[in-house]
């Protein structure tokens, strides 16, 4: 269920952003983040979404590491 929300999501997504950009001449701007397991691999064409990225990937590792440690926390 979860992978066919993803899928919808990105999809949705997509959509808006074609209309956005749609009436926008400006120039955009990109950034993307790959989490392989706690590394994160941050790449982008601008400072200020990399820093962005940045601080969203501490976030997710963060969280993640909370949800591993949280069963042995609860059981002891």
Do not use: E, Q, Y
Request: positive net charge; hydrophobic residues 65%; glycine residues 10%.
């Amino acid at each position: 269920m979860l992978i066919i929300f993803g899928f919808v999501l990105v999809f949705v997504v997509m959509i808006v952003m074609a209309f956005r950009s749609a009436g926008n001449s400006g120039k955009g701007h990109g950034a993307g983040i790959i989490l392989i397991g706690p590394i994160p691999i941050i790449f982008g064409d601008d400072k200020n979404s990399v820093k962005i990225l940045m601080i969203l990937a501490i976030v997710l590792i963060a969280v993640v590491f909370t949800f591993m440690l949280l069963p042995n926390l609860i059981n002891r």
